[in-house]
T-cell receptor, first 113, second 115 residues
Framework: GEDVEQSLFLSVREGDSSVINCTYT??????LYWYKQEPGAGLQLLTY?????DMKQDQRLTVLLNKKDKHLSLRIADTQTGDSAIYFC?????????????FGKGTTLSVSS | DTAVSQTPKYLVTQMGNDKSIKCEQN?????MYWYKQDSKKFLKIMFS???????INETVPNRFSPKSPDKAHLNLHINSLELGDSAVYFC??????????????FGQGTRLTVV
């Protein structure tokens, strides 16, 4: 079945790096995503990675993909208080005629100054 | 310009009422979705439409009826509202039947509270 797992909470100090981990189950997922949700706000697409890539870097964000272990991680360098939010990992399985994003339960990142 | 817009942003209503949430996207996408986010922040797909045709219909009570008058709009009508329907409902859109790359855009959500 489809299932995306994430740890629920992460607490870091400002300036440190944050690493949010995710495991997924469907190896057919062509794209894997990270979304950010700030309190009371919608979902913002942070970054995504294509399944034939191992790593993708975008400014302070680094995504690592271990396809063998079905493990995805998001590293935020120099974490700021404005990074405090819920981060959702999502997969997009392609083994159905039409499908949608399957989300993890979200990791709440708390950044203290 | 807002890419995916939902109205209303907040909706408070009594049990048993019927209500609608509207969604519009100006991205020229073919596919639109409704997701539900419960009180524990868990997000789950409800429906998906591609070019006005229903392509995903998850296990959702039939009190929920999506309607797509054209490919830029996907509305959600809910009959006989129950307390358990309280949640944040997100509309999203993408090009093609599967979200790929940067194309899965979400609206700001509609917070529905049933009292």
């Amino acid at each position: 079945g489809e299932d995306v797992e994430q740890s629920l909470f992460l607490s870091v100090r400002e300036g440190d790096s944050s690493v949010i981990n995710c495991t997924y189950t469907d190896s057919s997922s062509t794209y894997l995503y990270w979304y950010k949700q700030e309190p009371g706000a919608g979902l913002q697409l942070l970054t995504y990675i294509f399944s034939n890539m191992d790593m993708k870097q975008d400014q302070r964000l680094t995504v690592l993909l271990n396809k063998k272990d079905k493990h995805l991680s998001l590293r935020i360098a120099d974490t700021q208080t404005g990074d405090s939010a819920i981060y959702f990992c999502a997969e997009s399985p392609i083994n159905q005629a039409g499908t949608a994003l399957i989300f993890g339960k979200g990791t709440t990142l708390s950044v203290s100054s | 310009d807002t890419a995916v817009s939902q109205t209303p942003k907040y909706l408070v209503t009594q049990m048993g009422n019927d209500k609608s949430i509207k969604c519009e996207q100006n991205l020229g996408h073919d596919t639109m979705y409704w997701y539900k986010q419960d009180s524990k922040k868990f997000l789950k797909i409800m429906f998906s439409y591609n070019n006005k045709e229903l392509i995903i219909n998850e296990t959702v009570p039939n009190r929920f009826s999506p309607k797509s008058p054209d490919k830029a709009h996907l509305n959600l009508h809910i009959n006989s509202l129950e307390l358990g329907d309280s949640a944040v409902y997100f509309c999203a859109s993408s090009q093609g039947v599967r979200p790929t790359g940067t194309e899965a855009f979400f609206g700001q959500g509609t917070r529905l509270t049933v009292v």
